[in-house]
């Protein structure tokens, strides 16, 4: 648990959660988007109940059921469940809403800036992956990417796309860990979650 973000204690009907980091407001993240979706998709996620400021901050959640998906390959309901439960997140909370949201971490803009810085630096000793950095550059340069950190379809982003953060009941998916959440772009949370590896290691 030490290169966790967090510790959660789970009791009969209350879960705490206590951060280890919060620079960026994960906390604050996190209240607000659970707010909004027990506002504007009941049932979801986890409802809020109280957040208490403090070195380390505290928030406290009502319980979600189910048990977390992706150590074992998805079965054809799961993947449904998982569809409309992305469909009624990135649907429910009102566009009017959304914009007024600061960007999820690591959106595609802040990560295309600092790959850009990443990359400016970046040398290897072996010539022949000179081709392949060069090439790297180029494309971070490109209006490919750019476009990448454009918003086309605004979402309250999740922003995090690893399985273990939903929970199938036997019927029905609901998604726990908002503490990057923000303002994001469909088809790039749904990249996010096709391409993490918790997809790749479940099959």
Avoid at 8 to 13: D, L, N, Q, T
Avoid at 59 to 82: K, N
Avoid at 95 to 107: K, M, S, Y
Avoid at 110 to 130: C, G, N
């Amino acid at each position: 648990m030490g290169s966790t973000t967090h510790a959660v204690a789970i009791g009969p009907r209350l879960v705490t959660k206590r951060y280890r980091s919060w620079a960026r407001g994960e906390p604050h993240r996190e209240w607000r988007a659970l707010g909004l979706l027990d506002a504007h998709v009941p049932g979801l996620a986890a409802r809020p109940l109280r957040l208490v400021e403090g070195s380390p901050p505290v928030l406290e959640m009502s319980v979600v059921p189910g048990v977390e998906l992706g150590a074992a390959p998805l079965t054809p309901p799961q993947l449904d469940a998982l569809a409309a439960a992305l469909t009624r997140l990135h649907g429910g909370v009102p566009e009017t809403v959304l914009r007024g949201l600061p960007p999820r971490i690591w959106a595609a803009a802040e990560l295309i800036s600092h790959l850009v810085e990443v990359m400016a630096d970046a040398s290897h000793d072996d010539p022949t992956l000179a081709p392949a950095l060069t090439a790297a550059r180029d494309w971070l340069a490109s209006t490919t990417a750019a476009d990448l950190a454009t918003i086309v379809s605004p979402v309250l982003a999740q922003a995090d796309g690893n399985l273990a953060n939903v929970l199938w009941d036997g019927s029905g998916c609901r998604l726990v860990d908002f503490e990057d959440s923000g303002l994001g772009d469909r088809a790039i949370e749904l990249a996010d979650l096709v391409e993490h590896v918790s997809v790749t290691m479940s099959g």
